[in-house]
């Protein structure tokens, strides 16, 4: 499947070289110019075990690649939102990057794709993001899924892939099985619930 990723730091780069792993093709989008430059010669935001090892391959073999144009995604079959969500000084979520890239890829997104937020978001957010995805692009009909990041630093690509369970969020048995198609090769328990409960 190709799939995009959206917000390059941590988050994405972890979930860019795991989907890849996944063995699907993986368009990893940053607005950061000198971030994606530095990825596409396997140079992490952040540095994590193993990741920029498997960057390097499956940037070789064809299978990732990084981009700074949003229009990328228009044939893209799901769009995982993979920011990571800073705090303010009241220790309260930033989400502000997350609404930005949200409008931006809106009316490239394809009108049958799954959208997919990773991003640790409030109750109430992965639905508002939804909505304004279907505000600037009417033809969008997709679904969307919140599957909740659990990774932990040192061990995030090994967390991705050999998760103990996973947790899905979605409000259509069509969403949750899209999803699954895309974690397929995760041998794991699925947890699935609704989105505000994920």
């Known amino acids: 499947m190709k799939i995009a990723v959206v917000g390059l730091w941590h988050l994405g780069e972890v979930v860019s070289a795991g989907l890849a792993e996944l063995g699907h093709t993986v368009l990893a989008i940053d607005g950061n110019k000198k971030v994606v430059d530095n990825l596409k010669k396997a140079i992490l935001p952040l540095s994590e075990k193993d990741v920029a090892s498997r960057v390097a391959v499956h940037l070789k073999n064809g299978s990732l690649s990084f981009s700074a144009d949003f229009r990328s995604v228009k044939d893209c079959e799901a769009i995982f939102l ?117």
């Open 82 to 198: 993979t920011h990571d969500t800073p705090v303010d000084e009241d220790d309260g979520p930033e989400v502000a990057s997350l609404w930005e890239s949200t409008i931006k890829l809106a009316k490239y997104i394809k009108n049958d794709a799954l959208f997919v937020v990773m991003s640790q978001v409030p109750v109430g957010t992965t639905k508002r993001l939804f909505e304004s995805i279907k505000k600037h692009n009417p033809k969008f009909t997709g679904a969307v899924v919140y599957f909740p990041e659990n990774l932990q630093l040192g061990k995030a690509l090994e967390c991705f892939l050999f998760p103990e369970r996973v947790v899905v969020g979605a409000e259509t048995e069509s969403a949750f099985l899209k999803f699954d198609q895309i974690i397929t090769l995760i041998k794991c328990p699925r947890l699935k619930m609704n989105i505000a409960s994920a």
